[in-house]
């Protein structure tokens, strides 16, 4: 008995020991909305959306979700600056967006009519799109394709969070830009 008491706690003890080394950092969450939910949210408190347009087949897009949308200087950006919304842009339901109805037509290949008018028509994945809605109906949206890493993409939510866009051009942005991310 003794000695099983003494193999148990060596077990426990070598187990403890192996977790400490295995354990990983916290790593934040984007809280992601739908695209009716931001809208909502947006009539309450006005703030820009962040529309990360995916497709289920696109590799870089999942890489974007693994490694760029799980630093946590990110998401706490998305989520205190931006409206975050994840958008298939290949979806089959329609959308209510903007006072407009959008439906995945077939018109344009498996891209949903959304896809299309966020995209300005350059259909490419991943692709991000900045988008500020007016109170008066108007909108403005800055599609941004490709993948990016945290580091990459801290420089690119800060110069649309912080406005640098109305005041600078974004080469002057980039070089002087000191940003968290390492």
């Not at 344009?108 to 009519?113: I, S």
Request: glycine content about 4%; hydrophobic content about 35%; charged content about 25%.
């Amino acid at each position: 008995m003794k000695k099983s008491i003494i193999i148990i706690l060596l077990a426990l003890t070598v187990c403890t020991a192996k977790s400490q080394n295995t354990i990983t950092p916290t790593q934040s969450s984007v809280k992601w909305f739908t695209l009716q939910e931001a809208e909502k949210l947006n009539k309450q408190s006005p703030r820009p959306f962040f529309i990360d347009a995916y497709t289920d087949w696109c590799g870089w897009c999942k890489k974007m979700d693994k490694e760029t949308f799980t630093n946590s200087v990110i998401s706490e950006i998305l989520n205190n600056k931006f409206y975050p919304v994840k958008f298939d842009a290949e979806g089959k339901e329609s959308i209510n967006f903007l006072g407009k109805t959008y439906v995945n037509d077939g018109k344009a290949g498996n891209a949903h009519q959304l896809a299309v008018a966020l995209l300005k028509g350059q259909l490419s994945y991943p692709t991000v799109v900045f988008l500020t809605a007016y109170p008066d109906g108007k909108t403005e949206a800055t599609p941004v394709p490709g993948f990016r890493v945290a580091k990459d993409m801290e420089v690119l939510l800060s110069y649309f969070a912080d406005k640098a866009y109305e005041t600078q051009k974004w080469e002057d942005f980039q070089k002087n830009f000191k940003g968290k991310v390492q």
